[in-house]
């Protein structure tokens, strides 16, 4: 009976590992209103911490409704932000914070922090990384940026935990204030590559 149990116990553990190795790694589409939608492949094995907040934030419809509340030419677009399901796209745009933000949005969170997870990933254009409130620090949790170019002062300090594998051409078309319809975990379709 006892060898059943462990059995039982570390069977999740071995199919969750398979499952997240080479072209089977998740995957996450990012629908935008008026812009398309993304396809993020996910890096379960170098943030692991990372991918399963963002895969239990997406399950529970937690993006759903939410505004790209920081766009930054030539740097960033950054969602993440629970308050700014209350926001108009149109009242987001009209209050510009100066430094590519929205005055009043991107300080709040889901409230279920993580640890850093430093990995060896680059910054590149199209790479999905998490938010934190200082670089390297244990806070990472809800808000996530995609980098609109090759952003390498950025690594070793924000971990890297996915890639924009489809839909590349939406990054450079999100505008500060638009909103994401949904973020679904996705089937991995060979077009995309």
Request: proline share 6%.
């Amino acid at each position: 009976m006892k060898a059943i149990f462990v059995l039982v116990c570390f069977l999740p553990l071995v199919v969750s590992a398979q499952s997240w190795t080479g072209a089977s790694r998740p995957h996450v589409a990012i629908d935008v209103e008026g812009r398309g939608t993304m396809i993020v492949e996910l890096y379960p094995v170098d943030a692991p911490k990372t991918v399963a907040q963002m895969l239990r934030l997406a399950g529970e419809g937690f993006f759903d409704g939410l505004l790209f509340h920081r766009v930054v030419p030539r740097w960033v677009i950054q969602s993440g932000d629970p308050d700014s399901r209350k926001w108009t796209p149109e009242d987001a745009r009209a209050k510009p914070d100066g430094r590519g933000g929205t005055t009043g949005l991107g300080e709040s969170v889901s409230g279920k922090t993580i640890p850093f997870e430093r990995n060896s990933v680059r910054h590149r254009f199209g790479t999905m990384g998490m938010a934190l409130e200082a670089p390297k620090s244990d806070t990472g949790d809800s808000q996530w940026f995609i980098n609109l170019e090759d952003n390498f002062r950025l690594d070793g300090k924000y971990v890297v935990f996915g890639n924009v594998v489809g839909g590349r051409d939406v990054i450079k078309r999100v505008q500060r204030g638009d909103r994401i319809r949904s973020i679904r975990r996705a089937a991995i379709d060979p077009t995309w590559f």
